[in-house]
């Protein structure tokens, strides 16, 4: 009885800390009116998760968060409008594309996907190497790239889940303010970490 008390606290504690988190990144993300709170509320989601997946115990959620969002603020910026300018010149790029699909080249058609799923895979590594690593943007950028190509079954294992809790918040759409960002996070950050860990352990091989 016991037992099974313990794994109905802990499971109702985390549903707790996913609503908990998710209700942050909204609040934060509108705290810098949408566009220069996004990144900055997504970073500190992914440091807030990364300390979860580690063990850590967070008491002061709030304070963590306020914390994260402050320092990262300027530099996950900067990195937010390189993406977005990159994500434009795709879009005018498919735009284009769409029009004349007939005329263009099959090696312009194919490139402009191939260098599309790059970006979003690069997209999708770069905050938890962001938050994981001490190291240079430049470097960060470089990181996630490597990673991308290094470890594609992780990678694509990200992909899927970003999937999966948008396609099961479409058809529970009350999951969207509470649970969504958060499960994406935490499950992103357990899949990045034991890649990363995987890394570490082959260069210290070496």
Known sequence: MNAIIEK????????????HISLLWFVFTLLGFGIFGIMPATSALFSVCRKWVQGEHIT??????WTYYK?????INFVGFIFFIIGLILIINFNILFLDLTTLPIIISLSTFIIAFIYLCLLINFFPVFVHYDISLFNCFKHALLITFIQPIRTLSMLF???FVSILSLFLPIFIPFFTIGLIGLGFSWISL????KISNHSNAI
């Not at 109905?8 to 609503?19: G, V």
């Open 194 to 197: 034991s890649g990363y860990a």
């Open 161 to 163: 889940w970003f999937m």
């Open 60 to 65: 002061q959620l709030n304070k963590i968060y």
């Open 8 to 19: 109905l606290y802990y499971f109702c504690e985390w549903i707790s800390k996913l609503a």
């Open 71 to 75: 320092r990262d603020f300027k530099e």
